[in-house]
């Protein structure tokens, strides 16, 4: 399944040389607002040391991660909702990713100017949430316009969606996001905020851009990040830009590894985020193994056996007859499909079967 994050912030907090570690794509990140024209994008497979060694065990000629999209969108800026900057292109492009990482600076650095001449991350954050609260106050405001016509004139599902639309707007105006909006109607009411795309309504991990010297677990400035994280439900990744752009740097695993255990590190920050996204979006790795390739497949948690198998071809959902599921910790304990099976721990799974984290699965099926 295809999933974007969008990279957004202020100009100059890191966003483009993260992207640049995270894709080695070569975005811009020259030092002044804007030199990120165009949203860049890379596709950033998703670490699971689970798959390298499921390719050992299957002796696969191949390996194929899961990924996710990353959309590195240029900085946005007070009064981007209403043109400044260049933010209407920039909004727009954020409506179209699942989920936003908000790349906050938490670094002072006198030779990196601040669009707003101090670093103060609540403040920065307080910036690019208001614009993205009236960006999407200005499109509900549009849906009550063109709505309120026909639901005056009796029409039950423009009345429907009049009454949502109002106590939406109501809700933003309070300074709430749209992911926090509890929808009255029954039914429909969910799918009627659904329609609208709205920018507040997506997941939000924040990135806090650090020092080197701050890693690995961060400084006062994020510590205020932290706050506004909580206080808004969402996650925190601590990262310095500067160091990931080192690491990426190193070809050789043994030597990027020591170059971590000596910042006193386990893994990248990089690696971080792309998991934290990867959780943020609710999802999981379901995997198949063969001679041929040992592939990672991305799902959302709840997902059905038919459903998952319709990741790989939709030809799999339609003749879906069953999932022999093996466990990857019973999979490696036992050390191949075959031994699996000839343990019992290889499981005929129907299609009322919700696929787990790390089930590797060879779908039956006869179209």
């Known amino acids: 399944m295809s999933l974007r994050c969008g990279l957004v912030g202020l100009p100059n907090v890191g966003k483009s040389t993260i992207f640049n570690a995270l894709s080695n794509a070569g975005a811009e990140s020259d030092n002044y607002p804007f030199c990120t024209i165009d949203p860049n994008i890379g596709v950033v497979p998703v670490p699971d040391d689970r798959l390298h060694r499921l390719a050992e065990l299957a002796d696969a000629a191949e390996t194929t991660p899961a990924s996710i999209e990353f959309v590195d969108i240029a900085g946005l800026v007070e009064g981007a909702s209403k043109g400044e900057g260049l933010g209407n292109q920039f909004l727009a492009n954020i409506r179209e990713v699942d989920a936003i990482i908000h790349v906050v600076r938490c670094f002072d650095d006198e030779n990196v100017v601040h669009v707003s001449g101090s670093v103060n991350p609540r403040r920065d954050i307080d910036v690019i949430n208001t614009e993205l609260l009236l ?85 006062a400035y994020v510590d ?17 830009a500067e160091v990931e752009a080192q690491i990426v740097e190193i070809d050789d695993p043994d030597e990027r590894q ?14 971080r985020l792309i998991r934290a996204a990867f959780d943020l979006l609710g999802l999981i790795t379901f995997f198949t193994a063969g001679p041929k390739e040992a592939r990672a497949w991305t799902i959302r948690k709840g997902t059905k056996a038919p459903q998952a198998a319709g990741q790989i071809h939709s030809d799999f959902e339609k003749g879906f007859i069953r999932a022999e599921t093996i466990h990857f910790t019973d999979y490696e304990e036992q050390g191949s499909e075959e031994a699996a099976r000839r343990a019992g721990v290889m499981r005929t799974e129907g299609k009322e079967y919700v696929v787990q984290d790390g089930d590797v699965i060879l779908f039956r099926f006869n179209v």
């Open 135 to 219: 960006k999407d106050m200005e499109t509900v405001e549009k849906r009550i316009e063109k709505t309120r016509k026909p639901a005056q004139s009796g029409e039950k599902e423009a009345q429907q969606k009049l009454t949502v639309y109002e106590n939406l707007h109501e809700h933003l105006s309070d300074g709430a996001w749209a992911r926090s909006f509890e929808v009255e109607t029954k039914g429909t009411g969910r799918e009627i905020v659904d329609e609208l795309f709205l920018l507040t309504d997506k997941p939000v991990l924040y990135a806090a851009n650090v020092a080197e010297e701050d890693l690995p677990d961060g400084n």
């Open 258 to 271: 020591l170059f971590l255990e000596d910042m006193g590190l386990e893994e990248s920050g990089l690696e």
């Open 224 to 240: 205020e990040v932290r706050e506004v994280a909580e206080e808004e439900d969402a996650g925190v990744v601590v990262i310095s």
